[in-house]
């Protein structure tokens, strides 16, 4: 094409563009309910808001740079609990930290040292009344010998142990304690955790959330909302009607037996027929087939020192018809053997480690599997913090699972608070006509929760923000802010603490700078937080207990 005709062909675009930007609606052209197109007018094309791609929101967490600034003057001695690097679970070297795991462990309550508070703990009408429970348990050296737990449950924000790993570290290094936590014998994703479990055999998962297998006859899915064998589920009774025998009919087989009516000519004897019963021979059953199985748990070598110690292993389990064989070994030498009986309801096997086994494994082998609600990973003594993430969940699962047997698994595990985080799953399909009656229906599992554990301490953790993409910028959902609000009611209506993660990160519109910060604070899907930024969010909630648990030791 010569120079002439190339710029007619520019001018002839440009005229093109100039009529699009003067007739395009502003508000754009719906072509489906989830799709509309937009172009800019001439005043957006050429103004210039000064706005950085992250939306102008200034916000740091003053924390982080703080823990950043420490890291670069720091020593090589010390203990840093910043991040530094947003690939890994638990970037910091806490292998100087030392683990408190005596069975004999004792404090004198005293104010912890914490930075700044971003964003405070909310409490309802009752005050620090609603977290007496765990701050009781905590300043009680007879509760910490038993070892305290507090179970973190949330959706896929809390994946790969973020905000809980850090919770975890900091109580653990404060109150005393070891170990990972309640882990699962499977998990549905392959995602690096504390613990990793390898299955080896044919493992199964049966689960309440997303949706329950039909197989599964009883609601019985322990404080994981899941279980997992190593033999097939027990198939149900049969429901055939037995028949009574027609009386014609015999219990046995008639044989008839003639003899020769002629034995010999001088002593005959006519004998009469003789009629003898045998019982109809019954083959025995065929010998029941036997199931084995193996888990082999690694815990990796990054992470939280005293996540890798472990004393105390117990196995919560149920629901087998017949007696299994388990081992518990370190590598090729066992160090329990045992033979549990049928369990219909649940029970828990402990043992103790004088030494964290260095290749912990266990072999089960039975004709009918155990339903394994999760293995307790911990120390003699203690706080633990469970890490429960349910991937797509918003929080309504509770009520699905049996009272008597949950209820009873946190008592017997001595679970003295609940942290829920949920709430974002839900923002996507809530409007200004629904989200009443998600605030009402996450109220009631809370109350659930209370029925069934009284007294329990429980926390409410809202939803960070979220972005979706408006043209050419990224802005918070217009639901978000209202589901806030009535989250925090839900929470201060059943006496729950309720601490504001939306606030926290800055408010509206604040997630692009944590997308866009150096290093990233959070995903480029504008939903969830790195590790760099989960622990940043972690810290900010953990200075905001820990200012409610001096304030409570103060008064």
């Known amino acids: 094409m010569k120079p002439s005709g190339t710029l007619v062909f520019m001018i002839a675009v440009l005229a093109i563009l100039a009529v699009l930007m003067s007739i395009f609606p502003k508000d754009g052209i719906s072509v489906s309910k989830d799709l509309t197109l937009y172009f800019p007018d001439f005043q957006e094309w050429w103004a210039d808001d000064g706005k950085s791609k992250s939306g102008g929101n200034t916000f740091i967490p003053e924390m982080v740079e703080e823990d950043k600034k420490k890291f670069a003057s720091a020593d090589t001695t010390a203990v840093v609990d910043s991040l530094q690097n947003a690939d890994t679970l638990m970037v910091a070297d806490m292998s100087d930290v030392p683990t408190f795991d005596s069975s004999v462990y004792g404090f004198k309550p005293r104010p912890i040292q914490i930075d700044s508070i971003r964003q405070p703990l909310e409490l309802p009408a ?26 973190h449950y949330g959706d896929s924000q809390i994946e790969v142990d973020r905000i809980s790993g850090y919770l975890r570290y900091k109580l653990q290094q404060q109150f005393g304690g070891s170990g990972p936590g309640l882990i699962p014998a499977k998990t549905a994703y392959d995602y690096p955790s504390p613990c990793k479990v390898v299955n080896i055999g044919d493992w199964r998962r049966y689960t309440v959330f997303p949706f329950i297998d039909t197989a599964v006859h009883h609601s019985k899915y322990g404080m994981l909302a899941a279980f997992t064998r ?32 002629t034995a010999g000519a001088s002593d005959s004897v006519e004998l009469p027929s003789t009629i003898v019963s045998i019982p109809e021979y019954t083959p025995p059953p065929p010998p029941k087939q036997v199931y084995n199985g193996v888990l082999e748990f690694v815990i990796p070598s990054f992470g939280y020192s005293n996540t890798k110690t472990v004393k105390k292993f117990r196995m919560i389990y149920g629901g087998n018809t ?91 595990l001595n679970v003295k608070c609940i942290i829920l985080q949920f709430g974002g799953n839900a923002v996507p399909a809530l409007n200004s006509e629904n989200v009443v009656s998600f605030k009402n229906y996450l109220a009631s599992q809370i109350r659930y929760l209370r029925r069934i554990h009284p007294g329990v301490s429980i926390i409410l953790i809202g939803p960070a923000d979220m972005s979706q993409k408006v043209q050419d910028e990224y802005v918070t959902y217009e639901i978000l802010p209202e589901e806030v609000r009535l989250l925090r009611e839900a929470a201060f209506q059943n006496d729950c603490a309720y601490w504001d993660m939306f606030a926290a990160m800055g408010g509206v519109n604040t997630m692009p700078d944590w997308v866009f910060h150096d290093p990233p604070f959070a995903e480029k899907d504008f939903i969830h937080f790195t590790q760099t930024g989960a622990n940043a969010m972690a810290k900010m909630f953990y200075n905001a207990l820990i200012a409610r648990y001096n304030q409570y030791i103060r008064k």
Not at 134 to 150: G, M, Q
Not at 354 to 374: K, N, Q, V, W
Request: net charge negative; hydrophobic share 35%.
């Open 230 to 261: 190593f033999s097939p589920l027990t198939t149900a009774a049969s429901t055939a009607q037995k028949t009574e025998p027609k009386k014609e009919d015999s219990p046995f087989m008639t044989v008839t037996v003639e003899t020769d009516s």
């Open 126 to 151: 009752s005050g620090l009344g609603c977290l007496k429970t765990l701050f009781d348990a905590i300043t009680n050296p007879d509760e910490l010998s038993k070892v305290v737990r507090i179970v």
């Open 322 to 412: 017949s007696s299994f064989d388990v081992k518990v070994m370190d590598g090729g030498q066992i160090l329990y053997a045992e033979t549990l009986a049928p369990n219909s309801f649940y029970g828990i096997k402990t043992w103790n480690f004088a030494h964290t086994p260095a290749d912990l494994r266990m072999e089960f082998s039975g004709t009918d599997s155990p339903d394994i609600y999760g293995f307790a990973m911990d120390g003699l003594s203690g706080v633990a913090v469970d890490n429960v993430p349910l991937r797509g969940c918003s929080g309504t699962i509770f009520t699905k699972i049996n009272a008597t047997q949950l209820g009873q698994m946190y008592r017997d």
